[in-house]
């Protein structure tokens, strides 16, 4: 009985840190680009990158970019989650039990 309590920790920082990947790189991303913006010769490739990524993120969300990084997000979360519970599965059935 004591698999069960591993798993579901397991399931849980997967989901966790799965969601938490993409809207920390295009958190990146997107504060990187402000941040070119700051230097001189440069304010225009910033300006057109954060754009970009804007307009990327509003095609997943409906034209809102918040709700796009959601969807990403939580579609990276259920993927993460997906490969844990396989990864589990093939671990216990190679094991023997």
Request: charged share 5%; proline share 4%.
């Amino acid at each position: 009985m004591s698999i069960l309590p591993n798993f579901f920790r397991s399931l849980l920082l997967t989901s966790i840190f799965s969601f938490a990947t993409p809207i920390l790189l295009v958190g990146g991303m997107l504060g990187g680009s402000f941040l070119v913006r700051y230097i001189p010769g440069l304010q225009i490739i910033g300006q057109s990158g954060a754009d970009c990524i804007w307009q990327f993120l509003a095609i997943f969300g409906s034209g809102s970019p918040s709700e796009g990084i959601l969807a990403i997000a939580f579609t990276f979360g259920l993927v993460g989650v997906l490969f844990d519970t396989y990864a589990f599965y093939r671990y216990q059935t190679l094991r023997g039990n």
